[in-house]
């Protein structure tokens, strides 16, 4: 053993050598770059503190720093500069450049030592999504209505920019295609001009959207066949829970495209997606039914398969109240008649949400009854109303009134007056009043 280990001893002990110098080197070889003595090198400039809802409009530059000093520990990789934007509100301003201080180093210089930013208010529009089919499918075959999911989506970005997005665009390809396309597909912003739309730094990405991409469904179908839009629609099965009720049924979407021959198109009018069960429901649900359970009269078919979706608003159940003591009006009175006594006040029911309900007050309820070509006697008729939004009326009783003719007012007493003296009472001791004869 001991034979072994001493043999091609010399060799052994320069290939030793060798390895440790090797190693040495390549540990020297390291992708820091350490700052030499009094250097001037470039430093990346970026932006602290934007205020929020803001982005910067301006691009920024590089900066070159000079120092004094040496540290060999500092990674010139890990220095950057940076203006702080604390405050600052939308427009062109000026900000210092700074670096943060580096141990044992002075810096002399930073170039520029200001720079001059554009900063724009960050602001949103939901925009609708259009979709651009390029190329033809394989012969005897052509593109049906395009599906986009979801068709509106919010596009958020500088103001500057944001008013400049005419459209929110999606291209597609179906050069070739046999059957129905399926993919998804990123958003892209274009200007009025079709052009896309950049900020100050290309590299960098302004306008966003949210989704930042959709679904698209591309029908391939036969030539032969034609396509319609029907409205769709879906009723309840169960009873709800108690005191709650149907408020709404919505479905999403709102219609399907159908394809089939001319003749069976021209037939059908509307698709109903069947029932959802709502026994014992007392919120709003969403319930999700695919297009395979859903059957199509015979020669029509979807151009993919879909999902609808139905939503089911619940809320709790209208009820009755019962409103005592209104006041009535009486219009139209002819101007010759009156009333022989006050109209009645009465009792009214309605109907509407307890929502509503809580809410109202008599005041809100105006209730009135018509005399217009009513003549002197009695009169019964019914009552008309003014109600707000969303309350019925459910009962409300006639009113039984009498007119009278109106009554002329007292007159003055006649002032005879005495002969040779019609102006003055006839007063036979006030004869210093008649007249000399």
């Given at each position: ?7 091609n001893?010399?060799?052994k ?5 060798l ?176 052009l ?8 960098v ?26 409205p ?61 359970k ?12 879909t ?31 009156v ?29 009135w ?69």
């Open positions: 053993m001991k034979e072994m280990l001493q043999r001893l010399g060799y002990t320069i290939s030793l050598v390895a440790i110098l090797f190693w040495l080197w390549v540990t020297s070889q390291g992708s820091s770059q350490t700052l030499d003595r009094d250097p001037t090198f470039p430093l990346a400039l970026i932006a602290k503190n934007t205020p929020a809802n803001s982005m910067i409009m301006t691009k920024l530059p590089s900066v070159k720093v000079k120092t004094e000093g040496y540290n060999p520990s500092v990674n010139v990789n890990e220095l950057f500069a940076y203006v702080d934007l604390s405050g600052s509100e939308p427009g062109e301003h000026d900000y210092e450049v700074k670096v943060d201080p580096i141990p044992n180093i002075k810096i002399v210089e930073i170039s520029p030592r200001v720079v001059t930013l554009q900063l724009d208010t960050v602001e949103e529009r939901m925009l609708p999504v259009t979709v651009e089919v390029s190329g033809a499918p394989v012969n005897g075959k052509k593109v049906g209505e395009t599906i986009v999911k979801p068709s509106v989506v919010n596009v958020r970005g500088p103001s500057s920019l944001l008013g400049e997005v005419d459209k929110v665009l999606v291209e597609l390809s179906a050069a070739g295609a046999s059957e129905t396309l399926q993919v998804s597909r990123p958003l892209l912003f274009r200007d009025k001009n079709g896309a739309i950049f900020g100050p730094d290309p590299s990405e302004t306008i966003t959207s949210s989704p930042t991409s959709v679904d698209i469904i591309v029908p391939i179908v036969a030539k032969e066949l034609e396509s319609k839009m029907v769709l629609n879906a009723t309840t099965t169960g009873t709800p829970a108690e005191g709650k009720e149907v408020r709404s049924i919505q479905v999403i979407p709102s219609g399907v495209q159908v394809y089939g021959e001319p003749e069976a198109l021209a037939q059908f009018s509307a698709l109903s997606i069947g029932s959802v069960n709502i026994n014992g429901l007392s919120e709003t649900k969403t319930y999700e039914i695919s297009s395979d859903v059957s199509l009269p015979e020669g029509l078919n979807y151009g993919s398969r999902t609808f979706s139905v939503i089911v608003e619940m809320g709790s159940a209208v009820q009755d109240k019962t409103l005592y003591d209104l006041p009535i009006v009486l219009r139209n009175l002819p101007e010759d008649l009333l022989e006594k006050p109209l009645p006040e009465v009792s009214v029911t309605i109907r509407a949400y307890p929502e509503i309900l809580n809410n109202l007050t008599k005041e809100q309820i105006s209730l009854i018509d005399a217009t070509g009513k003549a002197v006697g009695e009169h019964t008729v019914k009552i008309y109303w003014q109600l707000p939004a969303g309350i019925e009326m459910v009962s409300i009783p006639d009113v039984t009134y009498t007119l009278k003719a109106k009554e002329d007012p007292p007159k003055e007493p006649d002032n005879p007056g005495t002969p040779g003296n019609p102006g003055n009472p006839g007063n036979s001791n006030n004869s210093g009043n008649q007249p000399v004869v």
